[in-house]
């Protein structure tokens, strides 16, 4: 199919890297850029060949949904696989249908309403330690803080027993690890995975480090008569619907590896952007003490109760509207197709930036403008189309783990701000640094009141 029937190209910057040295320059600045010129459906050369981004709500649930079977992730999956195995954020087909089927019970409402309370002990417990760590006026690293915090929620969440340190050691390394992975697909100059460098080398012996640690949690678990209440152990003794069979080792090994190292840093980089912007608006941020201690108060906190807190929802979901931390998703068709009368061919790629999305003024009024209250008109909301707002994905391979996730955030913005207020500051940006999440360009700090 000849190159004109695809959908506009942005023109080459290098002869040789397309336009890849643009994108490792500043990613949504060029995104953003390309799509003022070239409209909601685009490509880019990745390298000498099209790359195709997609900001077109309707266009996206045809990828996400209506047609998903003929689209797998993409390039950057093959690459983490390396590291997480074949879990179900990277496998497909048959085998991620089968894994996602027997995954799925231990994410359902009934169960994690039975893990609230576990979670809320490791938060207690953390906040203990902030008590006798911290004193008003000190300065808080919130993004180291919140990273430590949400590791050993997910920790315990699939452990229910002590584990070892070594897996809190490494296990902020190898997502690290991720992002250098994300980094290559970006910088066509970076050394690959295979070669030696001193980067390469410790990440192979700190993914083997964890590797082990999990592992023997598992083999002991098998050998174990006693009944546990967490994660593994639901993996561990589901059932397949079709076959009877249960998880292998491996499967297990990899699934493990996949919620531990996506379970905790979406989580806590959302967390350090919703406090950030709270320390900015004080009428906000007092509005939500406020729901929070009238609707909680001093009594037990339980699943239903952190769900009942509607203005505090809507915060939530305005900071993960401005800054979605899974920022991008990313296709590649199996066989050819067409999308809005442009011809895809078979192995390309497309690009769904859901920061785009989120920020574009055809579907948000004043979409760069902090406004929770934009979501209170639930009936306006209601009639956006779908995929105007997707912070967890959607379609079959919506984030299994979205309910937990949302139930982390609202434990620890509920337990937090019950004890501990940080000083407001000026408005002002910060620079954001998108790989495999969309993380801050470096830490943030608030200082303690």
């Not at 690293?141 to 229910?160: D, G, P, Q, R, Y």
């Not at 980089?269 to 909680?296: H, T």
């Not at 930036?353 to 209170?376: K, T």
């Amino acid at each position: 199919m000849a190159q004109k029937n695809l959908p506009p190209l942005v023109k080459k910057s290098h002869w040789l890297f397309g336009n890849m040295m643009d994108l490792k320059r500043d990613s949504l600045g060029s995104l953003t850029r390309w799509q003022q010129e070239m409209g909601t459906f685009f490509g880019f050369h990745a390298m000498n060949r099209p790359q195709l981004v997609n900001t077109m709500p309707e266009y996206t649930k045809y990828i996400l949904q209506d047609n998903n079977k003929n689209y797998v992730k993409g390039k950057a999956f093959d690459l983490l696989r390396a590291l997480l195995g074949n879990g179900i954020l990277t496998s497909e087909g048959d085998f991620w249908r089968k894994q996602r089927r027997m995954a799925q019970p231990a994410f359902h409402k009934v169960r994690l309403a039975g893990m609230t309370q576990s979670m809320l002990e490791v938060i207690d417990t953390f906040l203990k330690e902030w008590e006798k760590k911290y004193r008003p006026g000190n300065r808080i690293n919130i993004s180291e803080e919140f990273n430590h915090l949400t590791l050993k929620i997910v920790a315990k969440a699939l452990f229910e027993s002590e584990v070892s340190d070594d897996i809190y050691k490494v296990g902020g390394y190898l997502f690290d690890g991720m992002e250098r992975l994300m980094l290559r697909l970006r910088n066509p100059l970076i050394p690959p995975r295979w070669v030696p460098t001193p980067g390469n080398i410790k990440e192979k012996k700190t993914l083997q480090v964890l590797f082990d640690v999990v592992e023997k949690i598992i083999i002991d678990r098998q050998n174990d008569p006693q009944e546990y209440n967490d994660l593994l152990a639901m993996l561990m003794t589901t059932q397949d619907e079709d076959t009877g069979e249960t998880m292998s080792r491996q499967q297990l090994l990899d699934e493990v590896m996949t919620i531990f190292m996506a379970g905790h840093e979406t989580t806590a980089v959302a967390l350090g952007y919703i406090f950030w912007k709270l320390s900015q608006y004080p009428e906000i941020d007092q509005r939500v003490d406020q729901e929070i201690e009238q609707a909680l108060g001093a009594g037990n906190l339980t699943f239903d109760r952190l769900r009942a807190l509607p203005y505090t929802r809507q915060v939530v979901n305005e900071v993960l509207r401005l800054y979605p931390p899974a920022w991008t998703v990313g296709r590649r068709a199996i066989n050819d197709d067409e999308i809005g009368g442009y011809h895809i061919p078979a192995g390309t790629g497309v690009m769904l930036p859901i920061y785009l999305v989120h920020h574009n003024p055809q579907w948000w009024d004043n979409p760069e403008e902090f406004l929770p209250e934009r979501w209170a008109d639930t009936q306006k909301i209601k009639q956006m189309p779908k995929f105007t707002y997707f912070p967890f994905g959607g379609g079959p391979r919506l984030c299994i783990g979205d309910q937990f996730a949302q139930l982390e955030i609202f434990a620890v913005l509920s337990m937090l701000k019950q004890r501990f207020k940080f000083e407001y500051q000026p408005k002002h940006e910060i620079e954001l640094l998108p790989l495999v999440t969309m993380r801050p360009k470096g830490d943030l700090f608030l200082t303690l009141k």
